[in-house]
């Protein structure tokens, strides 16, 4: 079995030995817990951005990062392939652990979370597990985790406190940025699994591009902006390898999160409307802009969505002079 621990400890061990070319801090705390400050007191970089992401995804797939494809957005791109799209989007990079010890709290996203099975569901039903003996946990957060943090994820690991590596990034940083983006085709398997109920193991292979946010505010304003990236920009494709009773077109015509009642507006406004409550947006928003489904076993492809050019320009509000 493929450990994503293991996988994203070497590509941290890559990160401390560049820890300087990467603009990235690295501290050992004074229980032996190592974090890697990626974005809280150090600019961060374009290269940290793009492992960050990686590790996030298990280091089971390959992250890129270019110019626009489109002439009409004008900001940079994160690409994602993997051919492992079950393990590396939900068994890894979902941010599906909230780390709160005492006053901290962080979003927790990575390779960690299979250790600690968090949430369980989500293993059971991709059916995948690590035994891996460190621990790589992503922190979506503004400040630095302390020893507390460190103790706190070893125990729920199963691993030693000197073998737990936190990686930090902000939601108001390139990093934090980069890394957002970076959830384009996890949206996607999320949305296929937690609200359409479809079998990702299906899914054997996938890729997807977006645009990276400016930084155009506060962790919360970005919070918006970054992920009106993905809702309107986002573009993935998907290779299903289907049975005989799955409607693939209608699993692609559902996917996009044009399909969500609550699409059309950036997404700090319907956070507004919704009175800055996340279980009162629909869940199906949360998805990539557009979706490119390859049946393989029938030998056909479906595409569904739209790209929203002039919803992300108003969120990141653009001035053309």
């Known amino acids: 079995m493929l450990s994503v621990n293991e996988k994203a400890y070497n590509i941290v061990k890559e990160m401390i030995a560049n820890k300087e070319e990467l603009n990235i801090d690295v501290i050992k705390l004074e229980n032996g817990a190592t974090v890697l400050d990626c974005g809280v007191n150090v600019p961060g970089s374009w290269e940290a951005g793009k492992l960050f992401t990686k590790i996030c995804l298990g280091g089971l797939a390959e992250v890129s990062i ?33 780390v709160k010890v005492g006053k901290y709290f962080a979003m927790g996203s990575g390779p960690a979370r299979a250790l600690a099975k968090k949430p369980k569901k989500t293993y059971e039903e991709i059916g995948y597990e690590d035994n891996y003996n460190k621990a790589v946990l992503c922190l979506e957060a503004s400040k630095l985790p302390n020893e507390e943090v460190a103790e706190y994820v070893a125990k729920e690991c199963g691993v030693e406190v000197e073998d737990v590596y936190l990686l930090v990034a902000p939601t108001a940083s390139l990093v934090g940025a980069i890394q957002i983006s970076g959830r384009v085709v996890e949206n996607g398997t999320y949305k296929m699994l937690e609200v359409l109920e479809f079998d990702v193991k299906k899914v054997v292979y996938a890729s997807g591009l977006a645009p990276i946010a400016p930084i155009v505010g506060d962790d919360f304003t970005m919070m918006g902006v970054t992920n009106d990236m993905v ?91």
């Not at 110019?67 to 989007?89: D, G, Q, R, W």
């Open 66 to 98: 270019s110019p626009s494809p489109y002439e009409s957005i004008v900001l940079p791109y994160v690409k994602v392939k993997t051919s492992h799209p079950a393990i590396s989007t939900l068994g890894s990079q979902k941010a599906g652990w909230v």
């Open 231 to 321: 809702l309107y920009g986002g573009v993935t494709q998907y290779y299903i390898k289907s049975d005989e009773n799955d409607d693939i077109e209608s699993l692609a015509k559902s996917l996009p999160s044009v399909a969500s009642k609550d699409y059309g507006k950036p997404f700090l406004e319907v956070f507004k409307a919704a009175d800055y409550d996340f279980y009162k947006i629909d869940k199906s928003m949360f998805a990539p802009a557009v979706v490119v489904v390859n049946d393989i076993t029938k030998g056909k492809i479906y595409k569904s969505g739209k790209v929203n050019v002039d919803i992300i320009k108003k969120s990141i509000g653009l001035i053309e002079l």
